[in-house]
């Protein structure tokens, strides 16, 4: 069955880098996107981007050039890279993707931007 | 970018009723709209994909509509595992948004 799953450190320092892997199962990356999406604690769903089937991207510009979503399709892996993290970068990070828009979420992950 | 105004924010309901919430967008984005169920310490999941389609294995208590600008979500007869929040999503154009959510309680 389907599964994507996040893993990246569960902590970064602030004016840092957040490097996180999602790992995808079920389906292929060159036929199906995967998106990432996070979620402040207690709040709504904000679109980072998105790796196209062809390994194109496309990005929020609310993160104007922080944020490089990149793959690699031996390994079923998408990766989020952000740069510059500040405390307000806190968060559950999703990935998101399989047949169909949005339809299988992975668990998610909590990134906690601290020093 | 497409705003997704949700109403409303929260309700109370018991178990039986019929329960109605609405999603509407500041600019046509067609059907492309899904309607997403997150309980508490989980992750979102899809229960309505192109404004009216229901997921496999998804209740058919739950129903979308709506096309355009406005949307809705209705649970038929609420059951005690539907308390959640409820969002709808739009992907018809960059920056994918998604509304505040509809928090849906018992009472």
């Known amino acids: 069955q389907v599964q994507l799953k996040e893993s990246g450190p569960g902590l970064v320092q602030p004016s840092q880098t957040l490097s996180l892997t999602c790992t995808v199962s079920?389906?292929?990356?060159?036929?199906?996107?995967v998106h990432w999406v996070r979620q402040h604690s207690g709040k709504s769903l904000e679109w980072m981007g998105r790796?196209?089937?062809?390994?194109?991207?496309s990005y929020n510009s609310a993160f104007t050039s922080r944020l490089s979503i990149s793959r690699d399709t031996s390994k079923s892996q998408v990766f989020l890279k952000m740069n510059s993290l500040q405390t307000e970068d806190t968060g559950t990070y999703y990935c998101?993707?399989?047949?169909?828009?949005?339809?299988?979420w992975g668990q998610g992950t909590l990134v906690t931007v601290s020093s | 970018n497409t705003v997704m105004t949700q109403s409303p924010t929260s309700m109370f309901t018991s178990v039986g009723d019929r329960v109605t919430m609405s999603c509407k967008a500041s600019q046509n984005v067609g059907i492309n709209v899904g309607w997403y169920q997150q309980k508490t310490g989980q992750s979102p999941k899809r229960l309505i994909y192109?404004?009216?389609n229901r997921d496999t294995g998804v209740p058919d208590r739950f129903t979308g509509s709506g096309s355009g600008t406005d949307f809705t979500l209705t649970i038929s007869n609420m059951q005690a595992e539907d308390p959640a929040i409820y969002y709808c999503?739009?992907?018809?154009?960059?920056?994918?948004?998604f509304g505040a959510g509809t928090k849906l309680e018992l009472k």
């Open positions: 998101v993707g399989g047949m169909g828009p949005f339809a299988y």
């Open positions: 192109w404004a009216s």
């Open positions: 999503l739009q992907h018809n154009s960059y920056p994918y948004t």
């Open positions: 790796m196209w089937s062809d390994g194109d991207t």
């Open positions: 079920g389906f292929s990356l060159t036929s199906y996107s």
